[in-house]
Every structure is written in structure tokens, then in C-alpha cells.
């Protein structure tokens, strides 16, 4: 297949495109290199600085590419910034991803998948989450993830389009090449590997006294390549809807803490603090439509894997993109 990846050059994307090439795919990558790297973009694939805003400019990508199929990551991710400055959000993620579905229909792109959030679910009630939980987010990030995921249905049901939204728990770890490199960092194994590696003076924790076993947040993380895989899989499914994607396996805050510790065996800082406003206590995914419908099987199952990876590639990369 040749498929067309839109915020290539970030995080999950440059782990997913590595992944497609490596099962043989073509890959074009279209970013705007706002918050993604030149340097994660990995050289077998075409690569076009764009940005979603323009409609010209996307729509004539898509059309040389010609591709069978589409993955949608541009967005900002900072779920704290999306409270500071919620157009940012409204205008990039869903706004001008316009664009981009419009330009899919026109072009007839047979399948778009879209890097959808858990976020969408805010504080479930029901763990683990399953797609039948309401959807009510508690911030402009997963509010605007959420109105593209409908944007993306009407659009099936009006203009046939076929799409599958997926929605992550935590994403973690790193591909061979490619990892993650934020800026700014929020996201908590990258920033515990910081305080492993010196780089900050210690980790905070936010709040020990959630109605958990040790008292610190809970959550599901799942690995990149776990996730590029079930991104390839949705591409070759006739499935259309949203699906989640974790793990199944709940961590504690404590319990990253801890494996990085033990992986890294390196000495460094913790402190607790007061709790980060918006944390629900624990988010587990239930992703068995994902196995049943894709037939997703994770590889990558144990935190213990995941935290490796993420500490073999600041160890191979240890300026992460910068140098
Ligand atoms: N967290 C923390 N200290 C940090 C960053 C995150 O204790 O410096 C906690 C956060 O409260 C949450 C978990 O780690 O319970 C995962 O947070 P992250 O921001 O990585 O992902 P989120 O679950 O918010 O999507």
C-alpha cells in the first residue's frame, strides 16, 4: 500500500511510519514540522512539509500521492494547553483538519485513519473502558479529538467516506529508530527518564491519595508499535467507526517510577505533590472489539517491554532530535 501520513514527523507517527516500511509499505509523510522533527521522518519515505491549514497544499499532496490509504496525526497533544488556549485546539485539530477530509473525499482516499483519545471518554464510570461508555470530555483536547471523530462519521454517512478512529490510551516506548521527544514534556515515562538521566532535578508526583492500591493514578499504557500495528490493521479493515486501544493493564504512577528504577538502574529524585486537576483515579481500555474486529494481538504486553524500549532509544539518542 502507499499510504499517506499526515504529523509523520511526531512521536507516535514516525514510530508508525518506520513500521509500515518495514512491512514493505510506501509511505508520504505531510507535516508542517511545528511541533514534529525533520529528523524522525524516516528517509525511505517521500516527505512534504505542509501544513493542514492550507487547503491548496494538502489537497494537492494527496492528489500526486494517489494513496490507498490515510493516517491522521497532526494535532497538539498538551491537554494542559488546550485549557489555556482552547481555539488553539478548536482551530488546528479540528478546523483545519476540514481540510484534510475534504480533500480525502475529493481525492476518494479509500480509508482514513484517525489518532484518536481516551480523552474523549473525561472521567469514565465504567472501568475498564469499553466504546460503550459515553463520551464526555473534560478538556478542548479530547473535545476537539471527539467533534473530528464525528466530523469523520458524517462524513462516512454523507459522502462515504471510510474511516476508523482509534482511540489511545497511553502510548509509550520507542520503535528501532524513533522515540519520544516532546517539547514541551509532559508525558510522565519520558519524563521520569529526564530525572533517571540528570536532566531534571527530580520527578513529581502528582497526588498520592487516589482510591487506589498505592494511592497514585492508574493508567493504561500501550506500546507505539503496538499501535502502529493496529493503525495498518484498521487501513485493511472494512470496519468504520472508533475503537479503543490499550493494553488492558493498569500501572500505577509508583509502579513506572519503579520499573524505570529497575531498567535503568540509575538513583533519582521523588517527590509528591498536590494532585494535577482533571486526573481520573484509574483508565484501563477495554480493546477486545479491537482484537475481534482488526484481530490487533499486542506484542509488546508487559510495562517492563515498554520501558525498555523507551530507555534503549534516549540511550542510542541521548540529545533525543536535537544534535
Ligand atoms: N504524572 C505525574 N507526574 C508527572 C507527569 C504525569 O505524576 O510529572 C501522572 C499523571 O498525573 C497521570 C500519569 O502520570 O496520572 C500519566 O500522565 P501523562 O501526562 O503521561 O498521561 P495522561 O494519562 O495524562 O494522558
Redesign the pocket.
Known amino acids: 500500500m502507499h499510504v499517506f501520513v499526515t504529523g509523520g514527523a511526531g512521536y507516535i507517527g514516525s514510530c508508525c511510519c518506520e513500521y509500515l516500511l518495514d512491512q514493505g509499505h510506501q509511505v508520504t509523510v505531510f507535516d508542517a514540522l511545528l511541533t514534529g522533527y525533520r529528523q524522525a521522518v524516516d528517509p525511505r519515505a517521500n516527505f512534504i512539509e505542509g501544513n493542514l491549514a492550507d487547503y491548496a497544499a494538502i489537497d494537492s499532496a494527496i492528489k500526486k500521492a494517489s494513496p490507498d490509504g490515510l493516517i491522521h496525526f497532526a494535532a497538539f497533544i498538551e ?1 494542559g494547553e488546550s485549557m489555556s488556549d482552547p481555539l488553539k485546539y478548536f482551530r488546528n485539530n479540528v478546523a483545519n483538519a476540514l481540510n484534510l477530509c475534504q480533500a480525502a473525499v475529493e481525492n476518494q482516499v479509500p480509508k482514513l485513519v484517525f489518532s484518536s483519545t481516551a480523552a474523549v471518554y473525561g472521567m469514565p464510570s465504567n472501568i475498564p473502558i469499553s466504546e460503550d461508555e459515553p463520551t464526555d470530555p473534560i478538556n478542548p483536547y479530547g473535545e476537539a479529538k471527539l467533534m473530528f471523530e464525528k466530523i469523520l462519521s458524517w462524513q462516512h454517512r454523507l459522502k462515504g467516506l471510510h474511516y476508523c478512529a482509534l482511540r489511545y490510551f ?1 502510548a509509550a516506548g520507542a520503535s528501532r529508530n524513533y522515540g519520544e521527544a516532546h517539547r514541551p514534556e ?3 515515562i519520558p ?1 521520569i527518564m529526564e530525572a533517571a538521566e540528570g536532566k531534571r532535578k527530580l ?4 497526588g498520592d491519595d487516589y482510591d487506589t492500591p498505592d494511592g497514585t ?1 492508574i ?1 493504561d499504557y500501550v506500546h507505539v508499535l503496538d499501535l502502529a500495528q493496529a493503525h495498518l490493521l484498521a487501513l485493511q479493515s472494512d470496519f468504520c467507526g472508533s475503537l479503543n486501544l490499550g493494553s488492558g493493564f493498569g500501572h500505577s ?1 509508583k509502579e513506572v517510577v519503579e520499573m524505570v528504577r529497575r531498567v535503568s538502574g540509575k538513583r533519582f529524585t521523588v517527590e509528591v505533590v498536590a494532585r ?1 486537576p482533571g ?1 481520573p483515579a484509574r ?1 484501563i481500555a477495554d480493546s477486545s472489539a479491537a482484537k475481534r474486529i482488526l484481530g490487533w494481538q499486542p506484542v509488546y504486553d508487559s510495562l517492563e517491554q515498554i520501558v525498555q524500549s523507551a530507555w534503549d532509544w534516549r540511550c542510542k539518542n541521548p540529545d533525543g532530535y536535537s544534535s
Do not use: P
Request: charged share 25%; glycine share 0%; proline share 0%.
Open positions: 491537554v497511553n509532559s508525558h510522565l519524563l520527578i513529581r508526583i502528582f493514578c493508567r504512577v494535577r486526573d483508565l
